[in-house]
């Protein structure tokens, strides 16, 4: 059995906090943790080690987007018309545990069979490419990231902590290659219609819109089916909650995190 938290809208501070939090604690619960959630308003997050410099810190003010650092690696992915997952466990756990890009690959593989109910064509990426990446996650797929054609659908990154793992990441329910351009300061190649070129999201592929409910009850249909297993709804445990405040108010709205690269 896994636990299942659907939490409601929420700013970047806050999630960040929450995934941390659900981390902090992986080896106090019994089960993994699989969390979906979405963000409120926009936001702009970067990853852990990535220079703040890489924003366009005058076009997220002025299209009002929120910036957070996340805790895990990666590039910057802008959270708006999507859908947000992560799964936090022990290393120890027999399914997830063992080196970053098995843990990555199998969560991979929960996502690829419930957006395959959604959208027949959604394949693992082929392979990580050889050209030089830009500040924007979804510019290239990465080893086992999903992809339909070619063109990247999911974003995800991964951190250790505490003996615990979580991985969080990004479905795309629909894209704005122009505002996803503005935000972030790209070689000038990658323009917007570039960017059309490389990523896609759900509406794009599926060729209709999907909710953001259609696709929780897919990629939840999609973990059960993949392992086996039962995912009992939850929520945030008294002691999670109080991490997550904690880790909100000194670490995720803290500009001397955010901008300390």
């Known amino acids: 059995m896994w636990r299942y938290i659907v939490s409601a809208a929420a700013d970047g501070a806050t999630n960040m906090a929450i995934d941390h939090a659900l981390a902090l604690h992986a080896n ?31 076009a997220c003010e002025q299209a009002q987007i929120e910036i957070v650092r996340r ?7 802008l959270h708006d018309a999507e859908l947000t997952y992560s799964v ?7 399914l997830l545990g063992g080196r970053v890009l098995s843990t990555y690959r199998t969560i991979s593989h929960g996502l690829l069979v419930g957006l395959r109910q959604l959208v027949s064509s959604v394949d693992w990426a082929s392979g990580a490419s050889d050209a030089p990446k830009s500040a ?22 991964q951190t250790r902590t505490r003996g615990a793992i979580l991985q969080h990441g990004t ?13 972030l300061h790209l070689p000038a190649e990658l323009d917007a219609a570039a960017l059309a070129e490389r990523l896609i999201a759900l509406d794009e592929a599926a060729q209709r819109p999907i909710s953001f409910d259609e696709a929780q009850q897919a990629i939840v249909a999609g973990f059960a089916s993949a392992f086996n297993i039962t995912l009992q709804p939850d ?8 991490s997550a405040e904690r880790l909100r108010a000194e670490r995720y709205s803290n500009p001397a995190w955010l901008q300390r690269r």
């Open 136 to 157: 924007a996650c979804f510019d290239t797929p990465s080893d086992f990231e999903l992809t339909v054609a070619g063109r990247k659908l999911v974003g995800s990154a």
């Open 88 to 94: 936090t466990a022990p290393n120890s756990n027999p």
């Open 171 to 183: 479905v795309l329910l629909h894209a704005d290659h122009q505002q996803l351009s503005k935000v």
């Open 235 to 242: 929520q945030l445990t008294d002691q999670e909650q109080a």
């Open 71 to 77: 805790p895990t690696g990666g590039r910057a992915i």
């Open 28 to 58: 106090q619960s019994a089960y993994p943790t699989l969390r979906i959630y979405r963000w409120q308003p926009a936001c702009l997050s970067i990853g852990a080690f990535q220079p703040y410099s890489d924003v366009n810190v005058a």
